[in-house]
């Protein structure tokens, strides 16, 4: 297998290793003393009443919507950057540096057209309203 | 920690060879040395001991020093509810239920004269101490207390907290009130401690 | 961007009068006599008992049933304006055949003046007083913290709870003479009392209506509300 | 805003339906106080109506000041309905007033409104002084001056920190607890202690100030104007205070005037009404100084209203120190003050003097008295009733936060959760005088 994903096969592995560590430690040491009261939510010490799973006016997950989707396109710009340098270079690089007089905006252009593409659906959630909030 | 007295140990006897292995009052010293150094406040400031207790967080006399500016307002991350102020009786089972939704080890410190003993408070309002509702750890006289009084209070408890071992495992379990008159103590010690003493007596004569 | 408001400056219906001054050896009867007693007097003669000065504050003593026609005119009236309520309360003297007495205390922002009303309620019958809300706002809990020191009824108040004490409290009216320093149970049952409350002894009927989970509060609270156990704090 | 409700909605808790649902039938106020009822509460949009949830800001909050709960119906983010729950910190002053003589309730007037210990003390003895129809001599009347306005910056300063930290921004709490320690020094110098102060007695002072205390005082007033310049140009023009604060608990005038509203609150609705000018004591009237009021009555406007009499007070300041005459502070009215010790042990009226006093303090003649004082909440004022005996029969205190917070339903209905903590901090309450 090449090299080049152990750094971030590496990545993972301390990831996942570390949350398991804290669980699964604390899990094994602590001695749980649970009792009715302590189980009972915390609502600035007064008993609560009805239940906080309520039904909630949609207004709530359009915002929730509109987030993904404009963060969904932050997302696409990661590898759009780490290439960045290749895309804008004509000529195929040499040592990793772009030959003099072939540089090209294709990079920029092509990220600019995306960001058009979203700027068009942002307008149009903007005037219709679904920013609005009350 | 209460006031009935713990039944078994009467003093806190340490030596080494015999109860525990060197490793283990090491891990203890460690273990209580990262509580003592971190413990999170619960503010419970009802009255004019939490202007106070404000003084003593602000930057003249900086709680950060104990490693305590940060303050937390919900029972789930805090170690020590200092009680700043008179308890009155509609209050009582705020800060019990605030009590016992703490997850262990929680200390208590009751922050000035009404917290500790009901103080001038002595009418039909006010709970007359809040030892008599949950255990407290160390009181800290006065009215308002200053902050180095508050502070020495503070320093008492990271004693405390110090001295503590892990093997005693009787120091952290949660105690559970009684059902019937979900009191921690006998309701007749509640009213020996309550009872006014000195010449507070003669002064509940109105008119004269 | 909100609206502005036109200031209201004290004052601005008697312009001839001097700036106001301090106040130095007040006389203990027998002061300057607020104009507004007399205008009571000849208008509502029927409700009207009598009108003294002590300390330099007027007086005026009222038939309990007439105050709230008395505070109603003296709220409306163009030559009155006591468009600010300062304070409800009730006294109940040492000598315990003596009435109680409630005292109005209100005040005449544009004439800068001051007027306490005062009526006798004698102790026989249940104590009982017209509610002066609808004609002020901060009557609503002025009220409801004397009906909770003192028990006495507001007729007309819209929502006439105990505001200091909860709900179930049941040692009595703290502020009346016969109630000791000390409240009439032991440390002990006081509490016993505060702790063993229900859940429900937390939210006012209104509020268990709100909570739209009606259906799934626990059913052991259901019973107990259905039983008629009035909650509230 | 178009989800706020314009009726006022006055609620009637009446009896239980069929199966043990309590009713619930809002009643409708009209401008005349005519009282109808409204069959269905009105609803904002029926088809998207989620369910209300019912939410605790509960006693124990880091933002309501103190032990308030407030009970709030909320559909999503919008406050449907508030109802507080005071009480939480009623400790029955009014009850062990009447078991005290005058002079020993004054440590109980430091622990109700504890953010303005002297500006009680100084309205007891006002009242008091009235009751036992004395007058303080001339530097006794200035050095009060000087604690209640000392008082007033102490209580603006705990107002203006704790609202900062409400709306986001810590530096300012820090800021004005530095300042009050500087006033902290001054009162421990003067009487000894820092917050609760007991600083007047009936017919005089606790003490007189100490020699070098004025020198602190004038290095005080130079310092003080520094701390509110940083303070105003770090949150008055700041974006997020102004977006958080602007339009919030709107009170008109009259509304003001009716829920009985006073100090800051009302000033800041457009009313000039300040008792220090309209019903002055304590030569109020000789001191020359502005009464700060606003015209919009919301949130921002209060909050101009208290920085702009933080700076009325340190005017007021500069003249009383000019001004502070020399002289006794106490009356010498041997039904009062108690003679000095060489005396009372040398002669013999002296003594018997001093006894009464001791065994059973001063007895005012019969009578009743209420004396209004401007307190920083609002209008402050403590109303005696004696019957000649040596402890009050009622000593009423008229709580300016009390009826303050009342509107506070009015203030709060159809605008978001997060304003909630903004006008509850705007009110400035102190909930010990609030339960007393």
Known sequence: MDRTYLPVLLLFGFVALNAVLIIGLSTLVIRRRPTPVKDTPYESGIPPLGDARERFSVKFYMVAMLFIIFDIETVFMIPWAVYYRQLSCAVPMVNDACPLGNVSFFGLGEMLVFMAILVVGFVYVWKKGALQWD | MGLAPRPDATSVSFDPPSQEGWITTRLDMLVNWGRAGSLWPMPFGTACCAIEFMASAASRFDLARFGMERMSFSPRQADVLICAGRVPFKLAPVIRRIYQQMPQPKWVISMGACASSGGMFDNYAVVQGIDTIIPVDVYVPGCPPRPEGLMYGIMMLQEKVKRERMSDTTLRDEMEPDPSSNLYIRPSLIDEISEPFGNSVHQTRSGL | MSETFAVIHAGHAAPGSSAPATQRKVAHRGGARNPSAERIAERFAHYFVRAEVIWGDTNVYLKPEGVLEVVRYLHDDAAEQYDYLVDVTAVEYRDLELPVEMVWHLRSIPYRRFVRLKSPLPKGQPLRVPSVWPVYMSADWLERECYDMFGIVFEGHPDLRRILMWEQYKEGYPLRKDFPLRGRFSRAEQLRQALTQNPEAKYSMEELSIADAFEDLPRDMRQRLAGGERTGE | ?436
């Open chain 4, 1 to 436: 805003m178009a989800t706020k409700r314009t009726i006022e909605v006055a609620l009637s808790t009446t009896g239980l339906d069929a199966e043990g649902r309590p009713q619930r039938r809002p009643l409708v106020v009209d401008g005349q106080g005519q009282v109808t009822t409204l069959e269905a509460p009105p609803s904002f949009e029926p088809e998207l109506e989620g369910e209300h949830m019912l939410l605790n800001l509960g006693p124990q909050h880091p933002a309501t000041h103190g032990v308030l709960r407030l009970v709030l119906e909320l559909d999503g983010e919008t406050v449907v309905r508030c109802i507080p729950h005071i009480g939480y910190l009623h400790c029955g002053f009014e009850k062990i007033g009447e078991y005290r003589q005058y002079n020993q309730i004054i440590p109980w007037t430091d622990r109700e409104d504890y953010l303005n210990s002297p500006g009680n003390n100084i309205a007891f003895a006002l009242g008091a002084e009235r009751l036992f129809g004395v007058d303080v001599t001339e530097r006794c009347t200035v050095l009060r001056v000087i604690g209640l306005e000392l008082s007033r910056i102490m209580s603006h300063l705990v107002w203006v920190g704790t609202t900062c930290i409400d709306i986001g921004a810590f530096t300012p709490f820090l800021w004005s607890f530095q300042e009050r320690e500087n006033i902290y020094n001054l009162f421990e110098g003067w009487v000894g202690a820092r917050l609760t102060t007991s600083i007047s007695r009936v017919g005089g002072m606790a003490a007189d100030i100490p020699d070098g205390w004025m020198d602190g005082l004038r290095g005080f007033l130079k310092t003080f104007p520094k701390t509110i310049a940083e303070v105003d140009k770090m949150v008055t023009r700041n974006g997020i205070w102004v977006g958080r604060t602007i339009g919030l608990g709107i009170m008109s005038p009259q509304e003001a005037i009716n829920y009985g509203l006073s100090g800051p609150m009302v000033r800041a609705s457009g009313v000039a009404f300040d008792i220090r000018r309209d019903f002055p004591y304590l030569d109020y009237e000789t001191y020359d100084f502005d009464v700060p009021v606003g015209t919009h009555g919301d949130v921002y406007d209060r909050f101009l209203v208290r920085m702009e009499e933080l700076r009325q007070s340190v005017r007021i300041l500069i003249q009383a120190a000019a001004r502070l005459p020399d002289g006794p502070i106490n009356v010498d009215d041997p039904r009062l003050i108690l003679p000095p010790k060489s005396k009372a042990t040398s002669e013999m009226e002296s003594m018997i003097h001093h006894f009464k006093l001791v065994m059973e303090g001063p007895r005012p003649p019969v009578g009743e008295v209420y004396v209004p004082v401007e307190s920083p909440k609002g209008e402050k004022g403590y109303y005696f009733v004696s019957d000649g005996t040596s402890k009050p029969v009622r000593w009423r205190i008229r709580p300016p936060s009390f009826v303050n917070l009342s509107a506070i339903p009015k203030m709060v209905e159809g605008h978001l959760l997060s304003d909630v903590i903004a006008i509850n901090a705007s009110i400035d309450i102190v909930m010990g005088e609030i339960d007393r």
